[in-house]
C-alpha cells in the first residue's frame, strides 16, 4: 500500500455530510421553548439553560461520530485498529461548527460559514481516513493537516464564544470541552500512543484558568482568542516534548516561542 492513496466510499462520504448539513439547516428553522434547571453550588446560584439548540449540538456531534465511524470501517488498514482516537476531531469540528451557527443569529455570514463549515468537516474527514493508512506518503502530511485544523477549529471557537458575550461559566464550560478533545487528538498524533487523558487534562485547565481571567479584561475578542490558543499550544507541546524525553530547555523554548509570538500579535493587534 506504500505510495497509494486509498479513496473512501463516495457515498457513505456524501450521506453522512449531507445528513449533518441537513440537520444545520433545519434546527435554524426550528425554535423551541427552553427550560432552565436551577442549580446551587456553594451558595452561588448558576441556572443552566437546557435549549434546543444545546441538545442538538450534542446530536450532532454523536451523529457526527458515528457517521465518521461508519466511514473508516471501510478502510482496508482498519484492521483490528480502534476507530475511536479518530472520531475526536470530526465529532468536536460538528459540534463547534453548530454553535457558531448558532452564535451568529441572523447574521448573514451565517450561510457563508455554513458552506465553509461542510468543506471543512469534508477535508477533517479525509484526514482521518488518510491518517489511517500506515505506509502510505501522505500519512505524515494528513497528520500535519489534523493538527493545524484542530487548533484553526479551537480558534474559531474562541471568537465565536467571545464575541457572542456568553455568560462566564458557559464560555468556559464550551472552551474546555473543546480544549480536552482537541488536545487529546492532537497529543495521540504526536506520540503515536493510546489517548492521554491526563495530559490533554493539564492543557485543559490551563487554557480554561486563563480563559477566565482574561474574560473582564477589556481586551478584544480576537486577541483573547489568541492568547488562549497560545496557550493550548504552548502546554500541549510543552506535554508532549515532556513525554517525548526531551530537554527541558527544549521543551519550554519549543512552547514559550509561539506563545510570546501570539501574546504579542494579540496586544498589537487590540
Not at 473512501?8 to 448539513?21: D, G, M, W, Y
Not at 524525553?245 to 509561539?258: D, F, M, S, W, Y
Amino acid at each position: 500500500m506504500e505510495g497509494k492513496l486509498v479513496f473512501p466510499n463516495r457515498e457513505r462520504l456524501s450521506i453522512v455530510i449531507a445528513t449533518i448539513l441537513l440537520a444545520y439547516a433545519l434546527t435554524q428553522l426550528i425554535s423551541a421553548p427552553s427550560r432552565i434547571i436551577p442549580i446551587s453550588i456553594g451558595g452561588i446560584y448558576l441556572p443552566i439553560n437546557l435549549d434546543f439548540s444545546s441538545i442538538v449540538s450534542l446530536a450532532v456531534a454523536l451523529m457526527t461520530a458515528s457517521g465518521t465511524d461508519w466511514i473508516l470501517r471501510d478502510h482496508p488498514g482498519l484492521q483490528t485498529k480502534s476507530t475511536l482516537p479518530h472520531l475526536l476531531l470530526p465529532s468536536t469540528t460538528s459540534w463547534v461548527l453548530y454553535i457558531s451557527l448558532n452564535n451568529l443569529g441572523d447574521n448573514p455570514l451565517r450561510w457563508l460559514i455554513f458552506i465553509a463549515g461542510g468543506l471543512f468537516l469534508i477535508v477533517v474527514i479525509l484526514a482521518e481516513w488518510t491518517a489511517l493508512t500506515e505506509d502510505s506518503l501522505q500519512k505524515p502530511l494528513a497528520e500535519i493537516l489534523l493538527t493545524a485544523l484542530a487548533y484553526a477549529l479551537f480558534l474559531a471557537l474562541l471568537i465565536s464564544m467571545i464575541t457572542a458575550k456568553q455568560r462566564l461559566f458557559v464560555s468556559l464550560a464550551t472552551i474546555g470541552l473543546a480544549a480536552i478533545a482537541l488536545s487529546i487528538r492532537v497529543i495521540q498524533l504526536q506520540l503515536k500512543s493510546q489517548i492521554a487523558i491526563s495530559l490533554a487534562a493539564t492543557s485543559m485547565l490551563v487554557t480554561v484558568q486563563l480563559a477566565a481571567a482574561l474574560h473582564y479584561l477589556p481586551l478584544q475578542p480576537l486577541s483573547v482568542s489568541l492568547i488562549l490558543l497560545g496557550a493550548l499550544y504552548a502546554t500541549t507541546n510543552f506535554s508532549v516534548n515532556l513525554e517525548q524525553e526531551h530537554t527541558l530547555n527544549r521543551a519550554l523554548v519549543e512552547a514559550g516561542a509561539p506563545f510570546l509570538l501570539l501574546l504579542i500579535i494579540a496586544l498589537w493587534l487590540n
